[in-house]
């Protein structure tokens, strides 16, 4: 197999030294990590890498020597290099030379024992792969999605050689601490010599986190053990949280900040990345809510809207009495029957009016209150949408109510049709086979049966058309409340962070390699350059996306229709966790 | 060592063949495809300044006008990023891998690379697409749990889609590379 010795672009102008570094025999590479320049004591190489090898697992060894030539003919130095070959003894010994001012590499690999000619040293060809050191150090390599039957293990120990050579150089971090200025032994090249790399504010901020996150997570577990304190499990209470979304989404941010706040350090890169991910995100929310807050508080935009509010509350309300007069007239040209089509409607009519008068009741405190909800903005434009889902779901209560009666109405009717149609055809439903039986009825009992078949039949169009309007009526706010859901989903499982890391540090998140081959000249050996090629934007998205409150309709197309047509209760936003009717 | 050889695709359009042979284990093929024809740029976008001049003496609106322009204009950008390629070309590299490259008419490329240990054989496969019988290369990978099965079937070429005759050429070279890395395995 052709032996790839992997250089990092930093050490290519260094002067001659070590190559220092870790051999794959598995895949017949080199991952050359640093060179060690002259003069240098053996022993005290020796040590130090014994040092790495014990801080960071990493079989780091001298790999051979690069020889960088300044000026013409310096044989001394080759000779100098070959005799290094026998105090630091590895199979096989590579050397690399370069000649100044030129673009071509010479290298040689050579084994003391070749397979099969014991005692005879022969020669590997060489191909070299240049590598960034630091972005291969600060990359993350993203296998694609590993088969669901497989454990993950597998999947790294699977992965092949480059997943390899990132995973020595990440681990070799402790060889890249030293830099031109210390004072030690041996003097090192890598990516970091010219002086290690830090941030004061990034230090600062390490070190404010800890106190700050333990006060943040104290502060946090005091108000999650309020909220479950036994005053607020009193019956009428947990019914309404579980109903309004706002809970459920106030519930969520809290268990995100106490994942935040947690006082463990992330062990390992996903975890830090979920964490970064959901701060940023609850910045956003805040900053949105803020922005929203602001732009309602000026100009006076709240009073504006509660004077707005109980005109179009009593503009719907006009609309459904019209609506009401509709149907009980001869709605699009269709007969109803005229005596039930009164009753539903003066039925529907009244409802109508006792909603109408509570709204006029409670008028004069709506501003107050929509002034205190506006202030809740603050805490997150999720907060807002959901509170405006709640507040449309309570607004149009009586759209619901409607479609319950409706609903209800509908279902006894056609349980009572298709169980009377068994006895039209002389059939019963039994109930302990769960089947469809013939029986002999009664005279008296077939033609009551019958009587109130046809009554029922006859009824269907008039309570149906009233089923079918109200249940598009509550479409239609389903369908409103939805759209809000998808928004607040949306801004709760976006990975902003990871976003942002794509756009700006592209190297950071890496899909895998490409390869590009550089100047070539025959008889010389290939030289070839490994960039890193980033997770496309689609799949960050998918990698690391937050979970959301899980509000996911429940039913698909076809259940619903069924539901529909039969007259059964729809549901359409459950909470996860809730259980099923 | 380059070599241009011309082509054509499926249906009949020209395309040229780079062979670039760096070294007996380094091989690189370029397929060019034809470029965007000034004849159907005019074409579509007098069509639609002709549907927008339509709409505006109906609607007597000027937005439409300016809509139609930027609707132009950022279709042809979309078109150019993200639809129409370039050129597609295949490196084979004993011992590392084989990598796919297309670059798209914006510059944007876009590269995947599969590594030596996951490529089974590179293979012509025949296919039913649309009214016609085609040939295509493809790249065969293998499941690391279980070698003897056939994990991914990979189609290289996908957007310039040559004959056989041009896959022939490129077949003949990654096998002449591949059994050089078979006849070679890995030292332990």
Redesign the interface.
């Known amino acids: ?2 032996l ?1 010795a992997f250089f990092p672009t930093c050490c290519a102008a260094a002067d001659s030294g070590l190559l220092v570094g870790r051999w794959v ?4 590479s080199a991952v050359v990590l640093a060179v060690v320049h002259f003069p240098f004591i053996p022993v005290q190489v020796k040590a130090l890498l014994a040092q790495v090898h014990q801080a960071s697992q990493v079989g780091v060894a001298v790999l051979g020597t690069w020889c960088h030539r300044r000026q013409e003919a310096e044989e001394s130095l080759d000779h100098f290099l070959e005799g290094l070959g026998a105090i630091f003894f590895h199979e096989p010994w590579l050397q690399l030379c370069r000649e100044r001012g030129s673009k071509f590499w010479s290298c040689k690999a050579t084994r003391r024992q070749g ?1 099969g000619r014991p005692g005879a040293p022969c020669e590997d ?1 060489v ?1 070299l ?1 240049f590598y960034d050191q630091r972005k291969v150090l600060l990359s993350q390599l993203h296998p694609p999605a590993a088969l669901p039957d ?1 454990p993950a293990g ?1 999947a790294a120990a ?1 992965a ?3 997943a390899a050579v990132f995973d020595t150089v990440a681990r070799s971090e402790v060889l890249f601490r030293s830099d031109r200025f210390d004072e030690g032994p041996v003097r090192l090249s890598h990516w970091q010599s010219e002086g290690v790399e830090a941030s004061i504010l990034a230090e600062l901020a390490k070190r404010a986190s800890g106190p700050v996150c333990l006060l943040l997570s104290s502060l946090l577990s005091l108000v999650s053990a309020a909220s479950t304190c036994r005053l607020l499990r009193l019956w009428p209470l947990p019914f309404l949280w579980s109903k309004l979304s706002t809970c459920g989404q106030l519930r969520h941010r809290l268990e995100q900040l106490a994942l935040v706040f947690s006082t463990q350090k992330a062990e390992n890169p996903t975890q830090l990345m979920r964490k970064a991910n959901v701060l940023i995100s609850v910045l956003l929310d805040v900053a949105l809510g803020l922005a929203l807050l602001s732009w309602l508080h000026r100009k006076d935009r709240i009073g504006q809207l509660a004077e707005a509010l109980v005109p179009v509350a009593d503009r719907v309300a006009e609309e459904l009495q019209h609506l009401l007069q509709w149907l009980m007239g001869a709605p699009a040209g269709l007969k109803m029957n005229r005596a039930l089509d009164q009753v539903l409607g003066r039925f529907f009519l009244y409802h109508l009016h006792l909603w109408i008068s509570y709204i006029h009741l409670m008028s004069p405190f709506i501003e107050r209150i929509l002034w205190h909800v506006g202030l809740s903005a603050c805490l997150g434009l999720t907060v807002a949408l959901s509170i405006l889902s709640d507040i449309i779901a309570l607004l149009t209560f009586h759209i619901y109510c409607f479609y319950v009666y409706g609903a209800r109405l509908y279902c006894l009717k056609i349980c009572g049709l298709s169980s009377l149609w068994r006895l039209f055809r002389g059939k019963k439903w039994n109930v302990l086979r769960q089947r469809v039986d013939s029986c002999s009825y009664d005279l008296d009992q077939l033609f009551i049966g019958t009587l109130l078949f046809t009554i029922l039949l006859f009824l269907l169009p008039t309570t149906a058309l009233y089923y079918l309007v109200f249940t598009l009526l509550r479409l239609l706010v389903v369908a409103v409340q939805g759209l809000i859901h998808v928004l607040v989903d949306l801004i709760n499982s976006l990975p902003l962070y990871s976003l942002g890391l794509r756009l700006c540090r592209p190297y950071r998140l890496a899909a ?4 590009r ?1 550089l100047e ?1 000249e025959a008889g010389r050996p ?1 030289r ?1 350059l490994m960039q890193i ?1 980033p997770l496309p934007y689609g799949r960050v998205v998918h990698a690391y996306r937050l979970p959301s409150c899980g509000c996911h309709p429940t039913h698909s197309w076809g259940s619903l229709c069924r539901k529909l047509f039969f007259g059964e209760l729809i549901y359409p936003w459950r909470q996860r966790g809730d259980k099923q009717d | 060592m380059e070599d241009e050889q011309s082509f054509s695709d499926i249906c009949g359009g020209r395309l040229s063949l780079q062979r670039r042979y760096y070294s007996p284990t380094c091989r690189e093929f370029c397929i060019s495809c034809p470029r965007l024809s000034l004849r159907s740029l005019t074409a579509v976008t007098c069509t639609v300044w002709l549907a927008a001049y339509g709409l505006f003496t109906l609607f007597e609106n000027s937005m439409i006008l300016s809509a139609a322009i930027f609707i132009t204009l950022l279709g042809l950008l979309g078109y150019l990023h993200f639809v129409k390629i370039d050129q597609e070309s295949l490196l084979i590299i004993d011992s590392l891998g084989i990598q796919m490259t297309s670059s798209y008419a914006s510059g944007k490329e876009s590269t995947t690379f599969f590594e030596m240990g996951q490529v089974k054989d590179v293979v012509i496969n025949e296919a039913i697409y649309m009214q016609k019988v085609i040939y295509y290369l493809c790249i065969l990978l293998k499941d690391p749990v279980e070698p003897h099965r056939i994990s991914q079937v990979v189609p290289v070429f996908q957007s310039a889609k040559p004959r056989l005759d041009c896959l022939i050429e490129v077949y003949r070279s990654c096998q002449e590379v591949l059994a050089h890395q078979k006849a070679t395995p890995a030292s332990a």
């Open positions: 197999m052709v790839k025999p598995e895949q017949s397979p060809q191909m792969v497989r597998d699977g092949g050689g480059l895998g390699v490409k390869f081959v070539h290939l070839l090629n």
